[in-house]
């Protein structure tokens, strides 16, 4: 049976609704999701498709092609040489699925200035005469989590930080029912659509 784009007869069941709602919100994401005047100066994220799995937060990625890790920053980073030695001999190893994991950085976008968030950022990232970094092996990031709509310019500043200083793709966590904002610089957004 054909799907019904729009019907006001009471026949049609629930999960065409469900369906023909998932459309709507998909094709009005499409037209206020703007690339945000997106800079072309980061490494690729290559769509992962639908055939792979990924698993968020603190689970093993042994069973799952890709992960979504979470990662604390302050204002200095302990053992940077050695977190960033673990990155190279990591990713070395990796098979194919794992250019998709993408690294959620918490660096104080909820309550800190953009100064200090960003100051945190390259504490983390830029290197130093005696610790080298490998931005390019950061797949991509995620600003946080769980992020409803405020804090924009922290957000948008700290987003543009990393694509132009570091070149890494910058997601953004958009959480459902609420409207993401097309003003916000995003390469991709991960879709938290618990709140319904």
């Known amino acids: 049976m054909p799907l019904a784009i729009w019907s006001s007869s009471v ?3 629930h999960h065409q609704r469900f369906i023909l709602l998932c459309m709507l919100r998909l094709v009005l994401l499409g ?3 703007n690339p945000s005047d997106a800079q072309t100066t980061t490494h690729s994220y290559p769509d992962p498709g639908y055939r792979f799995l990924g698993v ?7 069973h799952f092609d890709y992960h979504l890790g979470k990662l604390s920053l302050v204002d200095t980073f302990p053992e940077k040489a050695a977190w960033w030695a673990g990155v190279q001999a990591s990713r070395a190893g ?7 994991d993408v690294l959620i950085v918490f660096c104080g976008e909820r309550d800190a200035d953009l100064e200090t968030c ?4 390259d504490a983390w990232l830029a290197a130093e005469k005696d610790c080298s970094t490998y931005p390019e092996m950061i797949p991509a990031i995620c600003l946080g989590e769980e ?10 500043g700290l987003a543009r930080h990393v694509r132009e200083k570091y070149g890494i793709p910058v997601f953004q966590w958009y959480t459902d029912p ?15 659509s618990y709140g319904w």
């Open 11 to 13: 026949d049609i069941d």
């Open 31 to 33: 037209g206020i999701i």
């Open 56 to 62: 968020y937060g603190g689970g093993d990625d042994r």
């Open 94 to 100: 990796r098979d194919d699925a794992h250019r998709h």
């Open 118 to 121: 960003k100051g945190r950022l």
């Open 147 to 156: 992020n409803t709509g405020g804090r924009i310019e922290v957000l948008d």
């Open 178 to 192: 609420f409207p993401p904002d097309p003003n916000l610089t995003a390469d991709g957004w991960i879709w938290d």
